[in-house]
């Protein structure tokens, strides 16, 4: 009796353990600093452009197996939307906070590999806030949200256990912006370039 408690008891401990484990080394937080780069576009005779800028990215992963994570992710940069029109220019200096989740598919690679390479896809949204600048050229702007489709690839290079250097890039695809002012709708679709560097740690 004794020696099948002991038996149970250390079968129990093992399997604790182990769950114990595999629930750690699920979990991974990411922290980015990223870059903040807008394409210029044109429609219903107004043209959109942005200004470049920096920001950064949070995000957390929880990895189901070897190959697929899920990912949940919060940014934040700031920069100045730029509208041409025929007969005059605008510009609004905002914030942009940034929500998205994503299906993350890790890339195979050689065993013990210190480099893990992944691409993501998914969806989110962008919550445009205006600043209330001095150089903003109208008054009475909006909060605008825009729904967003995400993109992006890359890389974690293993520098210490459960920390990794990771260099991304990430793409976001939405319609341009225009504050609650009509004459600033281009109906139109603009790219977001995020490229980042920073740190992720692995629990």
Do not use: C
Request: glycine share 14%; net charge positive; proline share 2%.
């Amino acid at each position: 009796m004794i020696r099948k408690t002991g038996v149970l008891a250390s079968t129990l401990f093992f399997l604790v353990t182990l769950a114990a484990h595999a629930q750690e080394s699920k979990s991974e937080i990411g922290v980015q600093g990223t870059g903040f780069f807008t394409s210029s576009t044109s429609g219903n005779g107004t043209s959109y452009g942005a200004t470049g800028s920096a920001g950064f990215l949070g995000t957390y992963r929880y990895h189901l197996n070897h190959w697929i994570s899920v990912e949940g992710a919060y940014g934040y940069d700031q920069n100045t939307q730029k509208y041409l029109l025929s007969s005059s220019a605008f510009r609004i200096q905002s914030g942009i906070h940034q929500f998205t989740g994503s299906l993350v598919v890790n890339l195979p690679s050689r065993a013990k590999s210190k480099l893990n390479p992944y691409f993501l896809v998914g969806g989110g949204a962008l919550l445009l806030e205006p600043t209330g600048n001095q150089f903003n050229s109208i008054s009475g702007a909006q909060s605008q949200t825009a729904g967003a489709f995400v993109y992006g690839a890359g890389l974690n290079y293993a520098i210490h256990k459960g920390i990794s250097l990771r260099a991304e890039y990430r793409g976001l695809v939405y319609k341009t912006p225009d504050f609650g002012f009509g004459g600033l709708t281009t109906n139109a679709v603009t790219n977001t370039a995020m490229p980042s560097i920073g740190l992720s740690f692995r629990f």
